[in-house]
T-cell receptor, first 116, second 114 residues
Framework: DQQVKQNSPSLSVQEGRISILNCDYTNSMFDYFLWYKKYPAEGPTFLISISSIKDKNEDGRFTVFLNKSAKHLSLHIVPSQPGDSAVYFCAATERETIQGAQKLVFGQGTRLTINP | GAVVSQHPSWVICKSGTSVKIECRSLDFQATTMFWYRQFPKQSLMLMATSNEGSKATYEQGVEKDKFLINHASLTLSTLTVTSAHPEDSSFYIC??????????FGNGTRLTVT
């Protein structure tokens, strides 16, 4: 039972354009969502997060949108840069504790390639 | 800089042997650490929650006798893959919650069982 799904295994975007990565979830108990970036043979690096009480969170070139009714979130990167090429994972958790989100459930990941 | 250190980064072992992977929190104490596993082109799957001073909590389908977890101190958790077999070959990653911050991950350990 895949509770967090990233249906696009890969995405190719021209440098300078917008990259949009999508993520769907099925568990209505999830109330905190995160995006991680991962290079091969490395651990994931936190990018940006959003609480279920918000519908948008922005940090520099990265913006995450949350549509609770559709159980859908997306990550927008603009403008896209070659260094953004990596695998992006969305993750969800039922409870954000004071020590940070715990017991993350990850999607399958989307490999983003930024073409010069 | 990295706040979670994982060692070794890669290991090759023979079938039937045991392998120990260490996960350390740097400059902070972690009463809880999480162990994930990632098979090629698949998602990171939570294996178990490591609790300092008490038994680990394993996710459904993860054999606790095969994947031994010891959280001996507030900065160190170890995962031992016992009697490893080729199907245990995977990428193992630990993580720890940092105060008021999302989970930080180690750089992972690539285990290859021949």
């Amino acid at each position: 039972d895949q509770q967090v799904k990233q249906n696009s295994p890969s995405l190719s975007v021209q440098e300078g354009r917008i990259s949009i990565l999508n993520c769907d979830y099925t568990n209505s108990m999830f109330d905190y969502f995160l995006w991680y970036k991962k290079y091969p043979a490395e651990g994931p690096t936190f990018l940006i997060s959003i609480s279920s009480i918000k519908d948008k969170n922005e940090d520099g070139r990265f913006t995450v949108f949350l549509n609770k009714s559709a159980k859908h979130l997306s990550l927008h990167i603009v403008p896209s840069q070659p260094g953004d090429s990596a695998v992006y994972f969305c993750a969800a958790t039922e409870r954000e504790t004071i020590q940070g989100a715990q017991k993350l459930v990850f999607g399958q990941g989307t490999r983003l390639t930024i073409n010069p | 800089g990295a706040v979670v250190s994982q060692h070794p980064s890669w290991v090759i072992c023979k079938s039937g042997t045991s392998v120990k992977i260490e996960c350390r929190s740097l400059d902070f104490q972690a009463t809880t650490m999480f162990w994930y596993r990632q098979f090629p082109k698949q998602s990171l799957m939570l294996m178990a929650t490591s609790n300092e001073g008490s038994k680990a909590t394993y996710e459904q389908g993860v054999e606790k006798d095969k994947f031994l977890i010891n959280h001996a101190s507030l900065t160190l958790s170890t995962l031992t893959v016992t009697s490893a077999h080729p199907e245990d070959s995977s990428f193992y990653i630990c993580s720890a919650p940092v105060y008021n911050s999302p989970l930080h991950f180690g750089n992972g350990t690539r285990l290859t069982v021949t």
